[in-house]
């Protein structure tokens, strides 16, 4: 990594977080009781919960009535004795309000709401959750030390910061501005509401931390009038409106315009004076929005803009090229479904593209499209991003194949663009993707698949505004660093804290000034909050001791309660995905007579599993689990388990061994524990801190009922060749398998089983069919595969430790044109031979099987 000398210097010490706490005009209330004007730490409590929540002044008071209520020792007894009190608290950048002069008359007069834009960044910069969480000099990062390869992820490692650095003063801190704004209903039932949020966040937090929702990086500094104007054509009302939008950012952005021009002295989360410096880094916008350079001279002709002073002109270092940054959420999933499958359904016809959604295995924890996709009402980014990790193979071998291709190439395009470390190799990875669409992308046309919204006639042009934006995408990666953290996921989600749900608590009038007093008092609770956790670091807490073995996941998980990570309780998620990774740490580590013989949570390699306490079948004999899960030679394969050191911890298993045990082989054990799933998680592809998604493995027995006749086996990576690491190896070194049986031996009674301590599965394994000299399909890039069987004719399964396995697979049958109509999401496994492994259904397990 190559830094930028003589950056981001330290002035001297400035004012920590506490510091602006100890100047609160009632601090000196506080030495004795630090929680004034609560009584102590319950009673703070009690009003926190209560000042946040969505109930009413009304049901407030109904509650603080209840006998139960007055019973507690509170010092507040009344709604609005304790929203006065919470008046006093610590605030945050104040609201202002102004009426905006406009030329042309309007119904009525138009206000803006706003906060000082550099006060709101200042928040930022020193609050002291973000610490050891931002970036603060510009870097160039490589692959290796040749610096051959480079690498963007962070705003600081783009080209871009490294430019703005050398031309502001030597020394200075870069804080770069990202701006968002997007117009939002806030009645749900209904009206028409709409509100028009600007929010604000700072590009030097780590873009980890501030793409998630918890950790309330963005805030809202606007809300924009949407004025009423009488003109009487609608037309000059749109340029009128584009006129005044801009004209309150100018109002509101001046304080930054300011700061970026002369810089300002500012202290960081730990008290460090630094210099200051705030250009535009990146505004967040759908593409109606959006007023590039490049469009202006062709929107004067038809008269679109009457915007002839734009509110970046007089902000230093803004550059419209560079922080109109591609946006995911509205231009790339926003591409994918009104068009990518618009044209899958066309090639399929509705009713077939509904079928083979409906018949696609299932997978624990995403959604299922059991109609199909073509009837979804109101669909949102979460529900494009779950159609997209089936498109491909849904449409393989239905479609023309240079129609699969072009989607394909759209896909990986997608995929590889939304990676959270980009590297130049990459980047020319990404252009070929595109390349690759626009090679095949007149067999779309040429099938009659792009239609028009309305009118249905076949169009015969790409004049895709969203598509043309993707050109600009492999370019921008080097100038802004990775365009996840530019995603509009984020800001778009906190459209519920900052707008819907502090309109949802108000009379439904005069929803601007309601939200922004709503918003103040939550604001005013989240900095007290922060400042007592501060102050009372060190303090013990009473808390009971859990067991290390409960059978759920979420109690596995306890609060880290040293100093660095005091404030993770109030601004990590309310609802965890739980670590296991953690877990098996705490487990590993606890004293041996503490916990079981048989760890149910343990990482092996790069993977955490967990298996639940107690297993679902506690000692059954072999042959009855033999007959509920129809393995053909269960008691022989564990015989050949045993002989080849099933016992030795560290033994590793493969594929391909004959044979050696006869059917009647006498085992070490007589009977198995057996589970029904087992729960594997990862960790981020890219960033080892991040745990990713939990996915669950089944292996159920066929019942009676019609969803399980045939049962529940789901496929799985298992690493055969220890040489080989998952994931960054890929297929290299691993099978692909369908697992048929989780299960562990059990001890004799009042004896000690040598077999007991290490969970075993029974395993199928499929065959990976080359095409030609490729190991992927030509036209989806996926691996083929096919059920191994023996010579025999019986399947290739055997025996393998649990811990060898490495991650969830997704496996589709090859439905080919001709999907049988008898097929459904449970019996399509068990009746194909021939299956893809779907790499798309998961980013991470993508970029294993793509790496560089």
Request: a neutral charge.
């Amino acid at each position: 990594m190559v830094v930028f000398n003589n950056a981001a210097k330290i002035y001297g010490i400035g004012d920590t977080f506490l510091t602006w706490f100890d100047m609160d005009p009632y601090s000196h209330l506080r030495q004795d009781n630090i929680f004034y004007p609560f009584a102590d730490l319950a009673d703070w409590r009690m009003a926190n919960y209560l000042l946040t929540s969505k109930s009413s002044m009304s049901a407030l008071d109904k509650l603080l009535s209840l006998a139960t209520a007055k019973k507690m020792p509170l010092s507040f007894w009344t709604a609005k004795e304790l929203r006065s009190r919470a008046e006093i608290l610590l605030s945050g950048p104040c609201w202002n309000s102004r009426i905006v002069p406009t030329i042309h008359p309007t119904k009525e007069h138009v206000i803006l709401y706003f906060r000082d834009a550099l006060n709101c960044i200042e928040l930022l910069f020193n609050h002291p959750f973000f610490a050891d969480k931002m970036d603060y000099t510009p870097f160039h990062l490589f692959t290796t030390a040749e610096r051959i390869v480079r690498v963007f992820t962070e705003w600081m490692s783009s080209k871009s910061t490294w430019e703005m650095q050398s031309q502001i003063l030597a020394g200075a801190t870069l804080c770069g501005v990202i701006l968002s704004s997007d117009k939002t209903n806030i009645s749900n039932v209904c009206g028409s509401r709409v509100a028009h949020p600007l929010q604000i966040s700072l590009a030097n937090i780590k873009m980890s931390v501030r793409n998630k929702g918890s950790s309330h990086a963005f805030l809202l500094l606007a809300l924009m009038p949407i004025a009423q104007f009488t003109h009487p054509k609608s037309r000059m009302c749109s340029v009128l409106d584009a006129c005044l939008f801009h004209q309150c950012l100018d109002i509101v952005l001046r304080p930054l315009k300011e700061a970026a021009r002369i810089g300002k002295m500012m202290s960081d989360p730990i008290g460090n004076l630094r210099y200051c410096f705030t250009p535009l880094m990146s505004y967040i916008v759908d593409t109606p929005e959006a007023n590039v350079d490049r469009y202006f001279t062709a929107c004067e002709v038809f008269r679109l803009s009457g915007v002839s002073h734009p509110f970046w002109s007089d902000w230093p270092l803004a550059q419209p090229s560079r922080f109109l940054t591609p946006e995911g959420l509205h231009h790339w999933y926003g591409e994918f479904w009104d068009h990518d499958v618009c044209w899958c359904i066309e090639a399929l016809g509705s009713a077939e593209i509904d079928f083979q959604f409906s018949i696609l295995p299932h997978i624990t924890g995403l959604r299922r499209f059991s109609k199909g996709i073509t009837k979804l009402k109101q669909v949102g980014g979460r529900t494009k991003q779950e159609v997209q990790r089936y498109i491909v193979v849904v449409i393989a071998g239905a479609a023309d194949p240079d129609v699969v291709i072009a989607i394909r190439a759209l896909m990986e395009f997608r995929y590889l663009a939304q990676a959270p470390a980009i590297t130049s190799v990459t980047c020319d990875r990404i252009h070929a993707a595109l390349q690759a669409f626009h090679d095949h992308k007149a067999a779309i046309i040429k099938g009659g698949l792009r239609r028009g919204q309305q009118s249905k006639a076949v169009l015969e042009h790409w004049q895709i505004l969203k598509l043309e934006l993707l050109q600009s995408v492999a370019p921008s990666i080097k100038q802004v660093g990775s365009l996840l953290q530019w995603s509009a996921d984020t800001t778009e989600h906190a459209h519920i804290e900052v707008v819907k749900d502090p309109a949802s608590m108000t009379n439904n009038q005069n929803y601007d000034v309601q939200i922004c007093r709503c918003l103040d008092r939550y604001e005013k609770c989240g900095l007290f909050d922060t400042a007592i956790a501060l102050c009372t670091a060190h303090e013990p807490v009473d808390s009971q001791e859990q067991e290390l073995d409960d059978d759920d996941i979420e109690d596995d998980e306890r609060a880290d309660e040293e100093e660095g990570n005091v404030l993770e309780d109030i601004w990590a998620p309310k609802c965890q995905q739980a670590d296991l990774f953690k877990i098996a740490a705490r487990l590993s580590a606890a004293p041996a007579n503490s916990v079981p013989r048989l760890l149910h949570t343990f990482v092996a390699g790069s993977t955490a599993i967990r298996l639940n306490y107690k297993p679902l079948l506690r000692r059954v004999s072999i042959d009855t689990v033999a007959e509920m899960f129809k393995p053909p030679d269960l008691r022989v394969a564990l015989g050949d388990y045993v002989n080849r050191g099933g016992n030795i911890t560290q033994s590793f298993h493969t594929f391909g061994h004959q044979r050696q045990s006869p059917p009647g082989v006498q085992l070490p054990f007589k009977e198995l524990d057996v589970w029904y799933k087992v729960r594997l998680q990862q960790k981020d592809y890219y960033d080892p801190s991040i745990t990713a998604h939990i996915f669950t493995v089944h292996a159920q027995p066929p019942d009676d009922s019609a969803s399980l006749k045939y049962g529940w086996y789901d496929a799985a990576i298992i690493n055969t060749n220890e040489q080989w690491k998952w994931p960054s190896s890929g297929l290299q070194g691993h099978n692909v398998i369908i697992v048929h049986l989780i299960m562990c031996p059990t001890s004799y009674r009042r004896s000690t089983n040598p077999f007991s301590g290490r969970p075993l599965m029974y395993s199928q394994r499929l065959n990976i069919i080359a095409q030609g000299n490729n190991l992927v399909e030509h036209t989806t890039g996926l691996h083929v595969l096919k059920k191994a069987e023996r010579t025999s004719g019986c399947p290739l399964a055997d025996i393998f430790p649990l811990d060898q396995i490495r991650s969830y697979a997704h496996i589709v049958p090859h439905f080919g044109r001709e999907v049988d109509n008898r097929f459904t999401s449970s019996n399509c496994i068990e009746h194909s031979h021939s299956f893809f492994l779907n790499k798309y259904f998961d980013k991470d397990f993508y970029y294993a099987l793509s790496t560089d």
